[in-house]
């Protein structure tokens, strides 16, 4: 699930893999706010994701990756992501799981959007005030990064806020 900031990927993937489980899959979620490196790093992010956890698991193998810290500003502690079965999905959701590097791997890719300032304003409500100038920025940075990957355009659904389709 891709889509800019604030747009509801979170409560979609949330949404989406208690379905999932439900109808009897095991669902691995993998957040890419867990892969940055701080506010400047969406753009090595899913190239890392690809390398070291989802070609692993494409290949039978566990994956691996370091959870990023916003409060300390680092990578922090390793995580095994275990080689996924047959009824496994791995749900991978947040700004650049779209990206060309995910792409040959992936089976389904939803586009959430919504407007500007209703995406600023959940940004402030989730990370607060003092975040508002680096959402800003992030926002910048995460168009420019759709523009390169045609995110978008790429996407098999469209959906708003507000989970319905739009073309």
């Known amino acids: 699930m891709d889509g800019p900031s604030g747009s509801g990927k979170t409560t979609a993937a949330a949404f989406l893999a208690h379905a999932l489980t439900a109808a009897?899959?095991?669902?691995?979620?993998?957040?890419?706010?867990?892969?940055?490196?701080?506010?400047?790093?969406?753009?090595?992010?899913?190239?890392?994701?690809?390398?070291?956890?989802?070609e692993p698991l494409a290949a039978g193998r566990a994956g691996r990756y370091r959870r990023y810290d916003w409060h300390t500003g680092r990578f922090a502690e390793e995580?095994?992501?275990?080689?996924v079965g047959p009824r496994s999905v791995l749900l991978l959701e947040g700004v650049g799981s779209g990206a060309a590097p995910l792409a040959a791997y992936r089976s389904l890719l939803v586009w959430i959007e919504a407007p500007a300032a209703l995406r600023l304003r959940r940004g402030i409500e989730r990370d607060g005030e003092a975040a508002a100038e680096h959402l800003r920025a992030w926002s910048r940075t995460e168009a420019v990064h759709f523009a390169a990957h045609s995110t978008r355009a790429a996407a098999d659904l469209r959906l708003d806020a507000h989970g319905r389709v739009v073309r």
Request: net charge negative; charged share 25%.
């Open 24 to 54: 009897g899959h095991e669902v691995v979620e993998l957040h890419m706010d867990d892969q940055y490196d701080g506010w400047d790093g969406l753009g090595a992010a899913p190239g890392r994701v690809a390398r070291d956890v989802v």
């Open 79 to 83: 995580h095994v992501v275990p080689p």
